[in-house]
């Protein structure tokens, strides 16, 4: 909501009575269904939405939107905005810095920290940074900080100097060809912004982070996509939005009061019918949280926003002249979409009450009823398998699991209610973001590694690409069945000064290769050619040899996590691999064999 509009007494006043109307018809309806055992309703709610989302399911799977190449590279900022950031602030500004983005051969973009009143190290790791690295940092010190992050927002907006303006979170790390990908879209006038792909950085850590990064690769890729390729309206969200300086200007820049400033700024744009595009190309990666209560906290924040914009911008975007039927419809879907999970969870629970104890009762055909109760299932499966894992027993184990992810949002829809209709002065209830340098620590063999790392992340700056005397260091096998990966993993790290002895693709040839040459550390994929995969022949390496093991690979699924720990790694480095990651475990690691 504005917080600068002339009845914004009045706008309070309508979310609550919004949230109690909410609250009231859904208490109704489960009464209802509890009574006379009849949940035609609900049914009919899932078969609508559930048709909707597979009809974005199978959108998706097209590649109409794909732009084409152009010279159009606008000046970009940056602006992170930070508060209490010490454990992730330096990456993600080492990681922007990183960006490979320019116009003439000079760098075309800036980056600007928002330091919104952080109490923590942050001010320190940031006066740091600046004496080495390019950036600028605006500091809001109370009464002006702690207004939100949409305050931040347009603070960090007086200072930029961009034709277009990025948003960060300050966990994110990218790959250096962020902007180039994403400015593609940008060529057409028409579009107002961009939105990159969104996945975790430390999906590993454990089971609810591995969930998260399936929630994003599943409903974020599929259904952002999909939206995109029907010329819905697709949404900006908070980490990786690109957004024209012109269109913050005529919509206002960031609602101060929003507790979702990118939800809001998304139907900012709409109704100024502005076209919001979706880039899977681009991905930004981001700290998942790692406990319940953490979880919970965050989304109940989402669920809150959604509803609040829901009932205040609902007849606005019905009734707003020039606006396509597709967008209207498609917005209010999404608007809905995170709590009509609730709904789905709900369904699925009075469902298997009525049908095992008191039998099945419905005015809709009991097919369409398993239709309507199985009709969301594609939606994950092909979000898995594209963007996770392509074997069946793992896509089946995740779906499922991801089925019992999603009852966290029951006691999730009632507190957002709860919020709506009592809390009037919304503060900024950020995700607290602790730093993804964890590492599955080996029952076999102790990892050398004092801060282990899980994911790299992409600092080109740190880099060393001249080593003491340009003498060699120690010897390295890399066991890889992706010969171009592999080639260009050697290249990099000849470029650090190790010495790679050799590539293979399979077990069998890695440990007779090992037992020729005695390298002094091995980076070895999970899956390899023939029968022994590369957890195995570590098992095997270390036994007979003694010699340590980096795992490089792309598969995080809760088993081979567990098989992992069983095995004597020295540390583990999750796909894609950036440089600095490398480098780090690679010097700890060799240092340690070579003592």
């Not at 962020?178 to 792909?197: I, R, W």
């Not at 953490?294 to 019905?318: F, N």
């Not at 098992?539 to 040899?545: D, P, T």
Request: glycine content about 6%.
């Amino acid at each position: 909501m504005d917080d600068n509009h002339p009845n914004s007494t009045w706008l309070n006043w309508k979310v609550r009575i919004g949230g109690l109307v909410i609250l009231s018809l859904v208490a109704l309806l489960i009464i209802y269904t509890l009574i006379t055992s009849d949940i035609t309703w609900l049914q009919i709610i899932l078969f609508i939405f559930g048709s909707y989302y597979l009809i974005i399911t199978i959108s998706s799977l097209f590649h109409r939107d794909k732009p084409q190449k152009s010279d159009y590279r606008p000046f970009v900022s940056i602006i992170i905005p930070a508060h209490n950031e010490e454990h992730t602030i330096s990456e993600t500004i080492r990681s922007m810095l990183a960006i490979d983005y320019l116009k003439e051969g000079k760098k075309n973009f800036e980056v600007v920290v928002v330091d919104d009143g952080s109490t923590d190290q942050t001010p320190r790791i940031l006066k740091n940074l600046k004496k080495t690295l390019n950036f600028k940092v605006i500091r809001r010190d109370p009464p002006l900080s702690g207004k939100g992050k949409g305050a931040a927002l347009n603070d960090g907006l007086k200072l930029c100097r961009g034709d277009c303006i990025l948003v960060f979170d300050a966990d994110a790390i990218v790959k250096p060809d962020f902007l180039s990908l994403m400015t593609l879209y940008l060529a057409d006038p028409k579009v107002a912004g961009v939105q990159a792909k969104v996945r975790m950085k430390n999906s590993s850590v454990n089971s609810l982070t591995s969930l998260q990064d399936d929630e994003f690769a599943t409903f974020n890729r599929i259904i952002q996509k999909g939206r995109t390729v029907i010329d819905g309206a697709t949404a900006l969200g908070g980490n990786g939005q690109l957004v024209r300086r012109e269109v913050l200007k005529s919509t206002g820049g960031w609602c101060e009061k929003s507790i979702t400033e990118d939800l809001d700024l998304s139907v900012s744009v709409l109704l100024d019918l502005g076209i919001i595009k979706y880039c899977d190309q681009a991905v930004v990666y981001q700290e998942a949280v790692t406990s319940w209560k953490a979880l919970l906290k965050q989304r109940i924040r989402w669920a809150e926003g959604h509803l609040e914009t829901l009932i205040t911008y609902s007849w606005e975007v019905l009734k707003t002249p020039g606006l396509s039927l597709t967008r209207r419809i498609d917005f209010l879907f999404y608007l809905v979409g995170i709590n009509i999970v609730f709904l789905i969870v709900l369904s699925y629970i009075l469902g298997f009450i009525q049908l095992f104890l008191m039998g099945f009762d419905s005015l809709i055909p009991a097919m369409l009823w398993i239709f309507s109760s199985l009709v969301f299932f594609p939606t994950i499966i092909t979000g898995l398998y594209l963007e996770v894992d392509k074997r069946p027993h793992i896509i089946l184990y995740r779906t499922l699991r991801f089925w019992l992810f999603c009852l966290h949002w029951i006691p999730v829809f009632f507190a957002a209610i709860f919020r709506v209709v009592t809390i009037r002065n919304k503060t900024w209830v950020k995700t607290t973001h602790r730093g993804a340098n964890i590492i599955i620590e080996s029952k076999k063999l102790k990892s050398p590694l004092k801060n282990p790392i899980l994911i790299s992340s992409p600092d080109k700056n740190s880099l060393n690409l001249k080593t003491k005397g340009n003498q060699l260091k120690n010897n390295l096998l890399i066991v890889e069945d992706e010969i171009i990966f592999a080639k260009d993993l050697k290249i990099t790290i000849e470029k650090m000064g190790y010495n790679v002895i050799g590539i293979e693709s399979s077990g069998e040839q890695a440990i007779k290769k090992v037992a020729e040459t005695k390298p002094d550390l091995i980076l070895m994929d999970i899956i390899l050619k023939g029968d022994m995969d590369g957890i195995e022949a570590t098992h095997q390496i270390w036994e007979r040899f003694k010699i340590p093991v980096v795992y490089i690979t792309a598969h995080s699924d809760e088993g081979t996590m567990g098989r992992l720990k069983e095995s004597p790694n020295a540390g583990f480095l999750i796909k894609p691999v950036f440089s600095n990651a490398l480098q780090q475990i690679l010097e700890t690691t060799t240092n340690v064999a070579g003592k």
